[in-house]
């Protein structure tokens, strides 16, 4: 399995001073940014575009950008946010009508490609797509709000994917993205899990430092167990 990442999400940041914010958590550990990017359309939230994306990158952070597209349509946002600087860009399929067409469409944009799916999405949207894309995203919250608490019917389901992704032979990223904390992320990642986006787990923390070197340790704990 592939090294646990710690993504905090932005959603759960102070935007008066995001950019500081970033800084701080990357400095602590973080290994990649989450876009939390609503529309108040597929979902009923309204965040952030390519600008903020953009003004990050042209403020220097090299990190890398992870963006999941809570829109509707996507394929409109996809340049945008490649062009601004993403390094991944996932999507879900229900929001798209087309859902090969979008995974390429990512990958020609020089982007990687990923799928996210719902508490209560099938996962044979899988079937067809899985040796095309760079991640699995798997929502262990309704989409829409930071803040909610992990639902733990998640868990089989990471548990699939994973038998999924081992069978396929890809270097493919399963993420989990709601409710993530410092005392369920071992039962995440004995999941399979190897990608964990944690928001206000992070940014409602006073020591960013302390608690991704946690979480970090919950997950790579668990997966030795589980070994």
Request: aromatic fraction near 6%; charged fraction near 25%; glycine fraction near 10%.
């Amino acid at each position: 399995m592939l090294e646990p990442w710690i993504a905090p999400s932005i959603l759960s940041a102070d935007f008066a001073r995001l950019g500081e914010e970033v800084r701080e958590v990357l400095a602590a550990g973080a290994d990649l940014i989450h876009f939390d990017v609503m529309d108040n359309h597929y979902v009923p939230n309204l965040t952030v575009g390519p600008l903020v994306c953009d003004a990050m990158r042209k403020a220097g952070i090299t990190a890398p950008i992870d963006v999941h597209l809570m829109v509707r349509p996507v394929d409109r946002l996809v340049p945008d946010f490649a062009k601004a600087g993403a390094t991944w860009i996932s999507f879900h399929p229900e929001a798209t009508d087309h859902i090969d067409r979008t995974i390429e469409l990512i990958r020609e944009q020089g982007c990687r490609p990923g799928l996210v799916l719902n508490p209560a999405s099938p996962l044979n949207w899988l079937d067809h797509v899985l040796d095309k894309i760079d991640l699995v995203l798997l929502m262990s919250v309704n989409p829409g709000f930071g803040g909610q608490s992990f639902i733990p019917g998640v868990l089989p389901k990471i548990r699939r994917v994973r038998e999924l992704i081992d069978r396929c032979g890809r270097e493919i990223r399963l993420e989990v993205d709601g409710g993530v904390k410092i005392d369920n992320i071992g039962s995440i990642a004995a999941a399979g899990a190897d990608t964990f986006v944690a928001g206000s787990a992070i940014f409602g923390s006073r020591d960013y430092r302390a608690t991704i070197t946690a979480l970090r340790t919950g997950a790579r704990g668990a997966r030795l167990g589980a070994d």
